[in-house]
């Protein structure tokens, strides 16, 4: 028997609440650029791992730190003229049987195409400078994580999830998204959207870095404002029908000359830094008005991290859970170190909506504790956001 709990409180499910705060940082966000090269890096090794030996080893690469460089946009170019600089560190194993695993080629090659990938107009060459401090895990460590059967918890930490995202939410995270897919050029990745909900107004603060290459003066700039504008509230609208109001790039200053203007699209040119598990929740929002952890999950393996595995896993229960009509559903998962993470210390399931959904849910949390495993595979095929 495992140790699950569900309870149904008498509180107020968040839609129908007074207040609501959603935050999502974008792709291009220095924090969640960190996220995303340590989970790319982490896949990497995982691959790499599985390769040689048929398993993935021990490793943990989610300290990943970006300190801004410095850049002069102008209208119709610029340039970048101190290199953002990206450290890549945590621990993975780099020895086997005397033979050396070139993990930190494997992590600066992972890095440099996951920047490829997702920003446009960042030259790799140039724009940024790559350096590794990956060392070997700690020993005790690893004697947990290379233990045969279900995989035994690297930490005592604890995971949240919960479901369904409120509309609020929604708006936030698809904003965000569409904005990159909207066939705005000038837009570059590194977009933030806040959300505020206050009864049935909702109000977007959005910040998008413009790229100056696709600026030729400051009244393009206002006219693709103006265009991004009229856009996303075309968007909100077929998203709610509550009454949202959108403002974007709230530091300008015309009169002084002051826009949010990127050679690169994103803030990092210019002195802005990032850390791992300092921006989105796995779930891709921050959400001051739902159960979250602390812990970052991107980067964190796949096997035997609970920071990493019952945040993901916490999120798919509670996703099942609400689709059987729960109204609302938080699940939280608690570990202890060298336990069995299949045995949880507690799984605390909070469920508004029918009671007679609590056999079902048990049901749900028996499942997905018993296919625990099922997260590390989907983790390695990319099929798992983290951030």
């Known amino acids: 028997m495992r140790n699950i709990v569900i309870e149904f409180p008498n509180t107020l499910p968040l839609e129908k609440q007074v207040i609501e705060l959603v935050e999502r940082k974008g792709v291009g966000h220095p924090d969640s650029l960190c996220d995303g090269i340590a989970e790319s890096v982490s896949r990497a090794l995982c691959k790499e791992y599985i ?53 930190g080629e ?52 604890f995971g949240a999830g919960f479901a369904p995202m409120s509309t609020t939410e929604r ?58 504008h009229t856009k996303l509230n075309s968007f909100a609208s077929k998203i709610t029908d509550k009454d949202v109001s959108i403002d974007i790039n709230t530091a300008d200053d015309y009169e002084k000359s002051i826009i949010y203007l990127t050679v690169t ?14 921006g989105n929740r796995a779930n891709g929002l921050i959400t001051p008005y739902r159960p979250m952890s602390l812990e970052a999950t991107s980067g964190k393996n796949p096997v035997n991290h609970v920071g990493k595995i019952y945040n993901l896993l916490s999120k798919k229960i509670a996703e099942e859970i609400a689709e059987e009509g729960a109204e609302q559903v938080h699940v939280k998962l608690l570990s202890q170190i060298g336990k069995p993470i299949d045995q949880p210390l507690i799984a605390s399931i909070h469920i508004i909506g029918d009671k007679r959904l609590e056999r079902k849910a048990r049901e749900i949390v028996d499942y997905w504790l018993e296919n625990v495993t099922k997260i590390t595979e989907m983790c390695v095929k990319g099929e798992l956001t983290t951030f």
């Not at 195409?113 to 724009?127: M, P, Q």
């Not at 696709?214 to 265009?227: A, G, L, P, R, T």
Request: hydrophobic residues 35%; aromatic residues 6%.
């Open 265 to 278: 699209g994103i803030s990092a040119e210019q002195g802005d830094d990032g850390s791992v598990g300092r």
């Open 171 to 228: 708006l936030v995270l698809e904003t965000e998204k569409y904005i990159l897919k909207s066939g705005f050029k000038e837009v570059g990745e590194d977009v933030k959207v806040m959300g505020l909900r206050n009864r049935d107004k909702i109000k977007l603060t959005i910040a998008c870095a413009i790229v100056s290459r696709y600026i030729s003066d400051m009244d393009n700039y206002k006219s693709v404002m103006d265009k991004l």
């Open 51 to 103: 390769t040689r030996y048929g398993k993935i080893l021990h490793h943990n690469t989610d300290q990943v730190e970006i300190v801004g460089g410095r850049a002069e946009p102008e209208f119709g170019g610029g340039k970048v003229i101190k290199p953002i600089y990206i450290l890549l560190g945590g621990r993975a194993t780099t020895w086997v049987d005397k033979k050396m695993i070139p993990v």
């Open 106 to 157: 494997i992590a600066i090659n992972a890095t440099k195409e996951y920047l490829r990938k997702n920003i446009k107009n960042l030259n790799v060459g140039s724009h940024v400078e790559i350096e590794q401090r990956l060392g070997q895990g700690s020993s005790d460590l690893m004697g947990v994580f290379g233990q045969e059967g279900i995989p035994r918890a690297n930490d005592t930490s």
